[in-house]
């Protein structure tokens, strides 16, 4: 089926949690876990209104896509010549981000209700067969390593601060404090091509990766990541406390947590044999933070990832015929290719948090994304408490800058950065 039924020496287990955060209205991340294709995705979408959630969808589905039809590593079309002497798995994963890129541009210059939309990505994929890990970002979302009690950032954002130190390097903080901190100089949509950053590292086992969206890197400093691995092995429990320490930081932004723990093979063939690695397609979390989770009848007849509904992310009539294109446009000159894995399609996985300490710090109502590793059945647990109400009443005013709807009470504009006065 793929490489992750070859005899290795490693394999990842992953796990993602998204959050609306504390003062969006909208969550606009979407992540994307296939262990069995190696590929890990955050993508934090922008545009208002749904058009950031409908950005983020499109180039998580065009990743996936992408990845199923090419599981047997042959790429469409000639190598470019800057790329000839990488490794073909970081070539796979330029070609997968240039790919999702056209797709949101499509969408984006063809539909009045999606201009302007955009999204940052940030995709690794791990080849257990070559024992590596290929990085490759657009935008401010990140991925940072943590090896032997030691982090390290593998991205490095495309933002204007670091364009404006790569110009500038002996800037003062004084200089760098007046600059907006969270504009973006790249992203996925914005022009039919885009420039993609690629890395390629060696993995070894105990070895720890976050992908995260800036709502949670901007919340939650490096030092913390670290003090989370002290308390958690466990790569969804990480996640979801890594989700409250932003939270109780703020939350002023969506909030995307993806961790992938390389461990030894310790799978008999037995085992390996009768295992299937659970994956999942994008997970969507209202405004509220609460999505009630579906009854078994509903799960039995889920759509696969094949089906994601981006059309949920619509509300009006012209949104969902821009997102039945979105279908069409994703699967253009991939779907017959991959229609020989589509019968292999998995499911999506939504659990609640189960974990007393998190919950208590994260607040009910709130889903982890996935549980990439295979799990032993455990007892059913009793239904958790109702979250409680938050007031009906929104009260919400607009960026004089770039129109962007704002909880009244902002001191600066969450979109582009611009003080908000009183």
Not at 302 to 325: F, N, W
Not at 391 to 401: D, G, N, S
Request: negative net charge; glycine residues 8%.
């Amino acid at each position: 089926m793929g490489e992750f039924r070859t005899s290795s020496r490693t394999r990842p287990v992953a796990a993602a949690v998204t959050d609306v955060g504390r003062q969006r209205k909208h969550n606009e991340d979407n992540v994307l876990v296939k262990s069995e294709l190696g590929l890990f995705v955050v993508a934090d979408g922008m545009g208002g209104h749904n058009a950031g959630n409908v950005a983020s969808a499109l180039a998580t589905r065009s990743l996936d896509n992408f990845f199923e039809a090419t599981r047997t590593g042959v790429l469409p079309g000639p190598v470019p010549a800057d790329e000839q002497d990488l490794d073909p798995g970081a070539r796979r994963v330029l070609a997968a981000i240039r790919k999702a890129n056209h797709d949101v541009f499509v969408i984006s210059n063809t539909y009045s209700q999606h201009q302007g939309m955009g999204s940052t990505v940030v995709a690794a994929y791990v080849s257990c067969k070559t024992e590596q890990i290929h990085v490759g970002h657009v935008g401010d979302s990140r991925c940072y390593r943590i090896r032997q009690g030691e982090i390290e950032q593998l991205t490095k954002d495309h933002s204007l601060i670091n364009d404006a130190l790569a110009l500038k390097p002996d800037l003062s903080q004084e200089e760098l404090a007046r600059l907006p901190k969270n504009i973006i100089t790249r992203a996925l949509g914005m022009k039919d091509a885009v420039k993609v950053d690629i890395r390629s590292e060696r993995i070894q086992p105990g070895d720890v990766f976050l992908l995260c969206s800036d709502g949670l890197s901007g919340m939650v400093s490096e030092q913390q990541i670290l003090d989370v691995f002290d308390i958690t092995q466990d790569p969804r429990e990480a996640c979801e406390l890594l989700i409250a320490m932003a939270n109780e930081a703020g939350g002023t932004d969506n909030i995307s947590a993806l961790i992938i723990r390389i461990q030894p093979e310790a799978l008999d063939d037995a085992q390996t044999d009768g295992a299937e690695l659970e994956d999942t397609r994008p997970h969507h979390i209202d405004e509220f933070g609460a999505t009630p989770l579906p009854s078994a009848s509903v799960r039995e007849r889920q759509p696969s990832v094949e089906e994601i509904d981006v059309e949920a992310a619509a509300s009006s009539d012209g949104e969902r015929v821009a997102a039945q294109h979105v279908h069409s446009i994703a699967d253009s000159g991939l779907r017959s290719q991959a229609q020989g894995a589509a019968g292999r399609a998995p499911r999506m996985a939504a659990v609640p948090f189960t974990d007393r300490r998190s919950r208590a710090a994260a607040g009910s109502g709130r889903y982890a994304a996935v549980a990439a590793a295979p799990r032993a059945p455990v007892k059913e647990a009793p239904p958790p408490a109702k979250p409680a109400k938050r007031p009906t009443e929104v009260r919400v005013a607009r960026c004089a800058h770039c129109k962007h709807e704002l909880f009244i009470g902002n001191r600066f504009c969450v979109e582009c950065g611009a003080p908000i006065k009183p």
